[in-house]
């Protein structure tokens, strides 16, 4: 039986519901009017029910920004495990204040801590690093860093701080850019008001900087997801195969099974990497029997003669940054699949694209008409 929501002087079903989150997963500057259009609502419900979900589920809204157009470096993915615990005000304290740390979380399980890193360039990077070894290095921890090699689903959003440093955008742009950061469904009125720029100036510096990636999305994640198991997974190939793409695309036709009916979709981020591990998930899921069917074990089984080794742990708490849970229904990676039915050596290609610099955009994805809120 399908849950009822009230919302004004009717109900929307919890799909509804999720189409309202997914399109704002793609597309936080929607207006109300095409969303209207879009779930069959009139407008004052449409209104209604953002604003519940809004305050229900803690909605942040956000941008991807990609690091390299701002000048930085790629992202990193930096596990570790101690041999004795930290105290956790310690860490909250040393983590929170960090530049090059985006987003951090507390874990349990193969590690205890999840950090996603930013630098202003590799050898600050390594600075970076060694020094936050020392300062940690009595609790005795081993660090286990990977590079992010594209996004197949999800981002994480950069801090603000960071942004401050770029040396590469127009002052304009990085005005708007914090502004975004903080909220991305930010009218262009206000934006033009707390920035003094006028109404054109916004609304063509929003149109740039899509056109330019520096934001590849205008998002929506959702902090207080309904489903209880919040989990990341790190995989390394140690026999990689040539048939890997083949064992890919089975694993992305059971993800796309998804009902889709929740207000996160089970998969917050899946990354591909280089380093250390191979491949990063990070997944919400109701219960364990889908954690069990459609969590880590669903990787390890199709890739098993590529002798999976793998490092899982739950997710705790966020220590900085936002949880990544999210409305997406994974239409990459149905775009990607359908690539992969019409031209198996697909894989390889897009690796050859990406190596050659476009790595960060969503290479696949439909061009869309983008409205403003304004």
């Excluded at 999800?154 to 990085?174: A, C, N, Q």
């Excluded at 707390?194 to 109404?199: A, D, E, P």
């Excluded at 899921?285 to 490092?311: A, D, H, M």
């Amino acid at each position: 039986m399908k849950m009822m929501i009230d919302v004004g002087k009717t109900t929307v079903t919890e799909e509804k519901m999720y189409s309202l989150l997914n399109a704002l997963y793609h597309n936080s500057r929607y207006t109300v009017k095409f969303l209207s259009h879009k779930l069959g609502l009139s407008y004052y419900n449409t209104s209604k029910l953002i604003r519940k979900c809004e305050s229900k589920y803690k909605l942040k809204y956000t941008i991807n920004i990609n690091p390299k157009a701002l000048g930085f470096t790629g992202s990193k993915i930096v596990l570790i495990k101690f041999e004795d615990i930290p105290n956790s005000s310690m860490l909250k304290n040393e983590l929170s204040k960090d530049l090059f740390v985006q987003a951090a979380y507390f874990c349990k399980g193969d590690f205890d801590l999840l950090l996603y890193v930013v630098a202003t360039s590799e050898s600050e990077y390594g600075l970076w690093e060694w020094t936050l070894r020392a300062v940690l290095g009595k609790y005795k921890p081993i660090f286990f860093s990977s590079q992010v090699g594209w996004l197949d689903v999800g981002f994480m959003p950069l801090s603000s701080d960071l942004i401050k440093k770029s040396t590469v955008i127009t002052d304009r742009e990085k005005s708007i850019l914090l502004l975004l950061n903080d909220n991305s469904r930010m009218r262009v009125r206000e934006i033009s008001r707390i920035t003094g720029l006028s109404h054109f100036q916004v609304v063509n510096t929003l149109k740039s900087l899509k056109a330019t990636n520096k934001v590849p999305l205008f998002s929506t994640f959702v902090q207080k997801p309904t489903k209880n198991i919040l989990s990341a997974s790190f995989f390394r190939f140690n026999a990689p195969a040539v048939s890997h793409p083949k064992m890919l695309k089975d694993v992305l036709k059971i993800l796309l099974e998804e009902k889709f009916d929740n207000v996160t979709s089970d998969y917050a981020l899946i990354y591909d990497l280089t380093g250390t591990n191979d491949l990063m998930i990070v997944c919400n899921f109701e219960n364990s029997e889908s954690y069990s069917s459609r969590g880590p074990e669903l990787w390890i089984k199709n890739c098993k003669s590529e002798e999976v080794i793998t490092q899982e742990a739950v997710m705790i708490s966020v220590i900085k940054g936002v949880w990544p849970f999210h409305a997406d229904k994974y239409e990459y990676l149905s775009d990607l699949l359908n690539m992969y039915e019409n031209n198996p050596n697909i894989y390889i290609k897009i690796r050859d694209q990406l190596k050659s610099g476009n790595s960060y955009k969503y290479t696949l994805w439909p061009k869309d008409s983008w409205e403003y809120v304004d």
